[in-house]
């Protein structure tokens, strides 16, 4: 190309390793997106998941309120 004949091919050997190096860390950053991608979504399954939980007990609580007790309600009830 019009380049390599104004440059001496020894001024283009450092930028090759540049360009190396650079390609180097772009595939580590790539590996890393992927880590924090894999650590973010478990974290939200984790977060739904203690949300549906939570609203299960709150919509058991909010049914059982102010129905009567069943049979075996508290294990520390005397018998009559």
């Known amino acids: 190309s019009d380049l390599k ?7 283009f050997a450092p930028l090759e390793e540049r360009a190396k190096q650079l390609k180097t860390v772009l595939d580590e950053l790539k590996e890393i997106n992927e880590t924090n991608r894999y650590l973010i979504e478990s974290t939200l399954k984790y977060i739904s998941y203690l949300i549906d939980s939570l609203m299960n007990t709150l919509s058991r609580v909010t049914y059982t309120r102010g129905k ?4 075996n309600f508290s294990l520390f009830e005397k018998e009559a």
Do not use: I, Q, T, V
């Open 68 to 71: 009567p007790a069943g049979p």
């Open 5 to 11: 004949s104004f440059f001496k091919e020894e001024d």
